[in-house]
């Protein structure tokens, strides 16, 4: 069974920071464009940012670039995001998600399994 996990949310004040991790299971990962997007409430999901497999070509929404890092280790079947420098408007649900043909794109209908995702709070 092919399954992500994602962890490492919580509640941060602004300017704070946090990592997320996301595991892979039942599937090798490293051949796979993996994506971090986000949910805020009342907002549709948006792209956060991926990582592509055969390059490791990195891409981010304007909104979080400069501040956030993503990163993976196929070793152990995980990817990674380190946020710093957390806004009020970073608040959302965080969703990992893999893409099995490597497209290295922010679109979500390329993407085969998805977390159950990991809340960020921001706020003091």
């Known amino acids: 069974q092919k399954q992500l996990v994602e962890s490492g949310g919580g509640l941060v004040q602004p300017g704070g920071s946090l990592r997320l991790s996301c595991e892979a299971s039942?599937?090798?990962?490293?051949?796979?464009?993996m994506g971090w997007f986000r949910q805020a409430p009342g907002k549709e999901r948006e792209g956060v940012s991926y990582?592509?497999?055969?390059?490791?070509?990195?891409h981010y929404a304007d909104s979080v670039k400069g501040r956030f890092t993503i990163s993976r280790d196929n070793a152990q079947n995980m990817v990674y995001l380190q946020m710093n420098s957390l806004k009020p408007e970073d608040t959302a649900i965080y969703f990992c998600?893999?893409?099995?043909?490597?497209?290295?794109?922010?679109?979500?209908?390329?993407?085969?399994?998805w977390g159950q995702g990991t809340q960020v709070t921001v706020s003091s």
């Open positions: 998600a893999a893409d099995s043909l490597d497209l290295a794109t922010m679109i979500e209908d390329y993407y085969d399994y």
């Open positions: 039942g599937f090798i990962m490293d051949s796979y464009s």
């Open positions: 990582i592509s497999s055969s390059s490791g070509r990195t």
